[in-house]
C-alpha cells in the first residue's frame, strides 16, 4: 500500500470547493471522454461514472442513466465509494466510466477485475490517468534540493504507471478488444509556485504513505524552485511542466464482438502483399 486513501479522500474533499474551471486539463478531458463515447455505436442504459469531482457534466447522448460516485463528499454525487471496493452488482451496468482516479489507487490491477465483474457482457469501460512521466520535472527538482540541504531524499511524487503496463492489466482483468494510447502535454507556467498551485486546487498533491510526517522545510522548497527554473525555463523565462494521459478502453466479452482471425487463415502471403503495394 502506497498511498493513504483517507489523505487522498481529505484532499480532494478540499478540491472541491474550488471552481471547476481552475482544475487543469479536468474539464477539456471530460468533454473528450464523452465525445470519445458518443462516437460509439452502443447505447449504454445505466452506467457509473468515477472520480468526476465537481465539474459540470455534459454526458453523451447514448447513455441513458449516469451514476456518479466520488472518494468523497460532493453536492453532485450519487454516492460516496473507494473504487478500490466497488459496491457494485455482478454483471449489472452498461459502462463504467474512470475519471482520473487510478493513479492514486493501490491496487490498478482488482479495480479492473471488479469493473469487469460489474459489466454486463458487451459492457464498456473507458478511463483515463496520469502515467509515465507525469511531474518529472518537479520530481527531479524536488529531489535534488532535499538531497542537497538534508542528504537524503523523500517521496514527494507517486509513481506513475506505464502504458505497456496498463495494457496489460486490461488483458488481466478478462477485457476483450483492449485499447490503452497516450496524451502528451507540456504545461507552461510563470513560475513553479504556479504549477504546485494547480496541483493543489486539483486535489493531486502528495498522498503517499511513505511522506515525511514534518512541514515541507522553508529552504528546501526555496532551492527546489530555483532548481526548476534553472534547468526547466523557456526563453520567455516560463517554466514547463510534463503531463501524460493515458486512455484505457476495454470491453466485456460477449459472443456477438468481433474477433480475431485464427492462425493461417489469410488468403495472401505477407510477400504477395507487398508486392502489390510496388
Keep these: 500500500m502506497i498511498h493513504d486513501r483517507k489523505i487522498a479522500r481529505i484532499k480532494r474533499e478540499r478540491s472541491f470547493k474550488n471552481n471547476p474551471e481552475s482544475k487543469l486539463f479536468f474539464n477539456e478531458y471530460s468533454q473528450d471522454m464523452f465525445e470519445r463515447i458518443e462516437l460509439i455505436n452502443n447505447t449504454f442504459e445505466k452506467g457509473l461514472a468515477l472520480g468526476f469531482r465537481n465539474i459540470n457534466l455534459k454526458k453523451s447522448k447514448n447513455i441513458g442513466h449516469l451514476r456518479l460516485a466520488e472518494l468523497g463528499i460532493s453536492q453532485n454525487i450519487d454516492f460516496v465509494c ?50 509515465g512521466d507525469t511531474l518529472k520535472e518537479l520530481r527531479f527538482c524536488l529531489a535534488k534540493a532535499e538531497e542537497e540541504i538534508t542528504k537524503g531524499i523523500s517521496p514527494r511524487i507517486s509513481p506513475f504507471a506505464d502504458l505497456q503496463d496498463l495494457s496489460n492489466l486490461l488483458q488481466r482483468a478478462n ?104
Excluded at 520567455?236 to 511542466?241: E, P, V
Excluded at 494521459?245 to 504477395?272: C, F, M, R, T, V
Aim: hydrophobic share 40%; net charge negative; aromatic share 12%.
Design 82 to 131: 473507494d473504487e478500490e471496493f466497488l459496491p457494485i452488482k455482478k454483471s449489472s451496468l452498461d459502462i463504467i466510466i474512470s475519471f482520473f482516479n487510478l493513479h492514486s489507487s493501490n491496487d490498478i490491477p482488482g479495480i479492473l477485475f471488479q469493473i469487469n465483474q460489474s459489466l454486463k457482457p458487451n459492457g464498456l469501460f473507458i478511463g483515463c490517468l496520469f502515467v
Design 175 to 278: 477485457f476483450n478488444l483492449p485499447v490503452a494510447d497516450i496524451d502528451r502535454h507540456k504545461v507552461t507556467y510563470d513560475n513553479p509556485i504556479k504549477l504546485m498551485n494547480d496541483l493543489r486546487e486539483m486535489g493531486e498533491t502528495n498522498i503517499l504513505k511513505e511522506k515525511e510526517k514534518t512541514f515541507f522545510r522553508k529552504d528546501v522548497l526555496e532551492r527546489s524552485m530555483e532548481i526548476y527554473k534553472e534547468n526547466f525555463s523557456l526563453e520567455n523565462h516560463k517554466i514547463f511542466a510534463t503531463f501524460e494521459i493515458a486512455w484505457l478502453i476495454g470491453w466485456k466479452y460477449h459472443d456477438s464482438q468481433q474477433k480475431p482471425l485464427q492462425p493461417g487463415s489469410g488468403q495472401k502471403n505477407l510477400a504477395e502483399a507487398v508486392d502489390e503495394l510496388d
